[in-house]
């Protein structure tokens, strides 16, 4: 079945620890995405991948890395940079053609939290 | 920053009665699309309504836009207890590849 894996569903980080998500896709997408969720509110974009090799930072890309090294796959690694890290995590993938008018299909998500 | 504003934030209706959900943005958008989240799980795609479309129907969905006021609604017909979920606008810019997800209306159908 296509779709996009995420993992691990929960995650526990020590405060000053780096931490790496896992989002893996078999759609064929090339665009990808990294947004935030913190209980009751929208998703924030934290970054974005169009193609291979090159990302954009989105609107709270502080204390957060990704690489796109795969078509397939856009780790993201909370840093101990991010000073309130605990949220919701949740990736998708689009094909980004015709002015992005098509849908994007998400992950099932991560939530981390620092103890 | 977030492109959409959902109104209300939380909606509770009673089974069989009609919801609606509003979505203000704030610049000119290639197309505003509608997911669904259950809790605690990932969104889901419901409906897309292009930028030069006024309405768009999809099974018991009916999407209106109006771009001179940046503005849509979602309309969900005789509501089920299993519609109960959060859902969400996004929408989509020319030049730029990324979705911008509004702050959501948590909707409640009681049975």
């Known amino acids: 079945d296509g779709g996009i894996t995420q993992s691990p569903k929960y995650l526990f980080r020590k405060e000053g620890q780096n931490v790496t998500l896992s989002c893996e896709q078999n759609?064929?997408?090339?665009?990808m995405y990294w947004y935030r969720q913190d209980p009751g509110q929208g998703l924030r974009l934290i970054y974005y991948?169009?193609?291979?090799?090159?990302?954009q930072k989105g609107d709270i890309a502080e204390g957060y890395s990704v690489s796109r090294e795969k078509k397939e796959s856009f780790p993201l690694t909370v840093t101990s940079a991010q000073k309130n890290p605990t949220a919701f995590y949740l990736c998708?993938?689009?094909?980004?053609?015709?002015?992005?008018?098509?849908?994007?299909?998400f992950g099932q998500g991560t939530r981390l939290t620092v103890v | 920053s977030q492109q959409g504003e959902e109104d209300p934030q939380a909606l509770s209706i009673q089974e069989g009665e009609n919801a609606t959900m509003n979505c203000s943005y704030k610049?000119?958008?290639?197309?505003l699309q509608w997911y669904r989240q259950n809790s605690g799980r990932g969104l889901v795609h419901l409906i897309l309504?292009?930028?030069?479309?006024r309405e768009k129907h999809s099974g018991r969905l009916r999407v209106t836009l109006d771009t001179s006021k940046k503005s849509s609604s979602l309309l969900i017909t005789a509501s089920r207890a299993a519609d109960t979920a959060s859902y969400f606008c996004?929408?989509?810019?020319?030049?730029?590849?990324?979705?911008?997800f509004g702050t959501g209306t948590r909707l409640k159908v009681l049975a």
């Open positions: 610049t000119s958008i290639n197309n």
């Open positions: 759609l064929n997408h090339d665009a």
């Open positions: 996004a929408t989509t810019t020319s030049g730029t590849y990324k979705y911008i």
């Open positions: 998708a993938s689009s094909i980004p053609y015709d002015g992005l008018n098509t849908e994007a299909f």
């Open positions: 309504i292009r930028s030069n479309e």
């Open positions: 991948s169009q193609i291979v090799n090159d990302f």
